[in-house]
């Protein structure tokens, strides 16, 4: 055994972190009170920035730091999604409950998939993921009760009547309609918040280290007792989870549902994926900065027609050539600001190293 | 006093191929063993078979008395077995003290904390201190060899497994080397070294084991062995 110096010590934050504490905490707390200064239209804009940004984080989890490239998180949005249809429109739960029982139903069906996918590797484990999405949607498809093939809407009263919404409609002086709006704003708001929490916090205990050796070489971590199986159970489960959530708060906002819309791999993946690979796979901060590109470029593009996804894909490709790492990546590597820092730097101790972290 | 690593009978085939066939040895605790043999003669697959990346086909092998025949790669290290590998396996995303602490923390069962000076101690030693912040994947592959020595040394091993960590080194390197698993050795780590620098094995091992497709075809005292007429023959190809 080497005796151990004293005095060594471990340092995660950095200065840039420490200010964006600061910036995050006013960012949020200036996004809740939001609702009092802006529009129906902006308030609709930002839900879908954060429930995008919900997708992309999870999914950044799953593919850039456990290494499962997943092309078939719809099914745990559609999931979701129906799970939430059927407790409000069939079992009359009220819908805030609903989408609490959708995250579980969606990581209950992860339970079953995840058995078939993780006998598969890379590329198939892709193709895999993608076929249990549309096995899920042709079954849920034939659910007569919530419309079947062409699909069904949420009854007109179900989150109108709900006395938060009937509250902050009198708090802020707006029709039940609006206040439906801000309520799921909010909520978009928290889970965004709880999910980037939630993975910063776990990339930084032990388990998450184990996560990014897993991804740099699974063979090697599996050598130095890094139990690599359970750890991608651990990510696909409640991955699963928070996307099942997302599906059904957006659906509770959209409150119309169809199977080819909740499974819709374009909506809920490949957008996802883009996201993710512009802004930086393998950082909390890429996808956000991700989700912000995407909103501009397809604001921008809105009137352009099919001619929208062309620009879009030569983006993305272009983005894969020159910043593999995305535009978080390129920004950080000349930088060296982070945000999320995860760096474990070794400082103090005899002979000084320098924390010369790239 | 039973023997830290037993090897009871062990073969295996890649498809027609014996790499390991009825292979047969115990290593002593705090024992000093070499393994040399041509390439291709299964070296570094005895390795694999013992850290259990490679399963057993026939035979039994035990750590400290228990049976780990069946273990996963994982159990075994936990329980004791540190290797490194041939070809530089590094966490080239992490920087080299994270390297060393996925080993503490999941192959010693430390916590960061606890771990965090035992790392910094065993980066001085490997000579990695000044690299500890960089990202592995920028190292050299001298440093990559070192990290590869530190990293299993993390993980707190009673059984030590080398495969070729001197190949390539100047000779002043090999020295430092040689001195650094000396000192290992020496605070009673049993050691298992697969090497072809036969004075930097020569200078640490008390036994070698020579293979020659699959088979143990010699194990004794390092002068005896160099000296057999099987082993001038098969390894260093001389005709007597």
Partial sequence: ?358 | MQPVLGVERVSKKFGALRVAEDISFEVPAGEALGIIGPNGAGKSTLFNLITGNVSVDAGRISFCGSDITRAKPMRRCAMGIGRTFQIPQPFGKLTVFENLLVAAAFGARETEAAATGRCAAILDETGLAPRANRVAGSLTLLERKRLELARALATDPQLLLLDEIAGGLTEAECGQLVETIKAIHARGVTVIWIEHVLHALNSVVERLLVLDFGKVIGIGEPAEIMSSRAVREIYLGIDV
Wanted: aromatic share 12%; proline share 3%.
């Fill in chain 1, 1 to 358: 055994m080497v005796t151990p110096t004293a005095s060594w010590r471990v340092e995660t934050r950095t200065r840039a972190s420490s200010l964006f504490i600061v910036a995050a905490i006013v960012i949020v707390v200036a996004g809740l009170v939001a609702p009092a200064f802006i529009g129906r239209g902006m308030l609709r804009d930002l839900f879908f920035i954060l429930t995008m940004l919900v997708l992309a984080q999870s999914w950044n989890l799953l593919a850039g730091y456990a290494g499962l490239v997943s092309v078939g998180q719809q099914a745990f949005v559609g999931f979701g999604a129906y799970t939430m249809f059927a407790c409000v429109s069939l079992w009359g739960i009220n819908p805030v409950s609903a989408i609490i029982l959708a995250g579980f139903a969606a990581a209950a069906l992860s339970v079953p998939t995840g058995f078939f996918v993780f006998r598969l590797q890379g590329a198939y484990f892709a193709i895999g993921t993608w076929v249990i999405a549309e096995v899920v949607r042709l079954s849920l498809a034939q659910w007569k009760a919530l419309g079947g093939g062409t699909g069904t809407s949420l009854p007109s009263g179900a989150t109108r009547d709900l006395a938060i919404v009937t509250w902050i409609g009198e708090a802020f002086g707006v029709r039940s309609s609006h206040a439906v709006d801000i309520l799921t704003y909010w909520l978009a708001l928290v889970l965004a918040v709880l999910a980037i929490g939630f993975i910063y916090a776990f990339l930084r205990t032990r388990q998450g280290l184990g996560l990014a050796a897993i991804r740099d070489n699974s063979e090697a971590a599996g050598a130095l007792g890094v139990d690599a199986g359970r750890l991608k159970w651990a990510v696909y489960l409640s991955t699963a989870f928070v996307t099942g959530l997302a599906g059904a708060l957006i659906y509770v906002q959209t409150a119309r549902i169809s199977p080819d819309a909740a499974f819709s791999v374009i909506d809920w993946t490949a957008y996802v994926i883009f996201i993710v690979v512009i802004g930086g796979i393998g950082t909390i901060e890429g996808p956000i900065v991700g989700v912000l590109v995407f909103f501009v470029l397809q604001n921008m593009l809105a009137d352009y027609g099919s001619w929208y996804l062309l620009i879009l894909g030569i983006i993305g490709i272009v983005v894969m050539l020159f910043a593999p790492r995305g535009l978080w990546g390129l920004f950080a590597d000349r930088t060296g600001i982070q945000f999320f820092p995860v760096r474990r730097i070794l400082a103090g101790g005899s002979s000084s190293s320098k924390s010369d972290a790239s």
